[in-house]
T-cell receptor, first 112, second 112 residues
């Protein structure tokens, strides 16, 4: 089954404690992205990758890092999480820039 | 910059009626449009897409209409069912980049 898998689904952490949210896709897509979803603000892109070792900032990249060492995986790293990064995060992948994106199930992160 | 907006944040319809959800976009160069459905606790799920060389496309119980003159698209759901209750987003790829601009969503509630 074609899918995007994120882990964990839920995470509560403390300010400043580094964390990683993993994302993996099995569709051999080149394009992968991370979004955060906040009430009233919709989905906003954090970072994206157009291929292995090629990443770039989205609309809200501050406080986040990503890596793309292999095509299927695109982890999101928060080196020093802060409460304003409490949000619902989605990983997405797509074949090309003008095809639909497939989303993971989401990771609800709470930073206290 | 580019933007996408949905006309109504909420919409309630009786089961069996037709639903119409509207969306406006700002960039006249946009040539691909996507509708997503997001159920509670899940990631956005692709419903239907349309390219700018078409003004109408039909799927199973859903129809998307595109009016490029006024930069407006709509999603029509026929014979709305309780399982259609969700938040619906239109999304427009950013021209020349791996980013999807999402509207803030319309929450559709189906009344049994």
């Amino acid at each position: 089954e074609a899918q995007v898998t994120q882990n964990p689904r839920y995470l509560i952490t403390v300010t400043g404690k580094k964390l990683t949210v993993t994302c993996s896709q099995n569709m051999n897509h080149e394009y992968m992205s991370w979004y955060r979803q906040d009430p009233g603000l919709g989905l906003r892109q954090i970072y994206y990758s157009m291929n292995v070792e090629v990443t770039d900032k989205g609309d809200v990249p501050e406080g986040y890092k990503v890596s793309r060492k292999e095509k299927r995986n695109f982890p999101l790293i928060l080196e020093s999480p802060s409460p304003n990064q409490t949000s619902l995060y989605f990983c997405a992948s797509r074949l090309t820039v003008d095809t639909e994106a497939f989303f993971g199930q989401g990771t609800r992160l709470t930073v206290v | 910059g580019e933007s996408v907006g949905l006309h109504l944040p909420t919409l309630s319809v009786q089961e069996g009626d037709n639903s119409i959800i509207n969306c406006a976009y700002s960039n006249s160069a946009s040539d691909y449009f996507i509708w997503y459905k997001q159920e509670s606790g899940k990631g956005p799920q692709f419903i239907i897409d349309i390219r700018s060389n078409m003004d109408k496309r039909q799927g199973q119980r859903v129809t998307v209409l595109l009016n490029k003159t006024v930069k407006h698209l709509s999603l029509q759901i026929a014979a709305t069912q309780p399982g259609d209750s969700a938040v619906y987003f239109c999304a427009v790829p950013q021209t020349g980049a791996n980013n999807l601009f999402f509207g803030t969503g319309t929450r559709l509630t189906v009344i049994p």
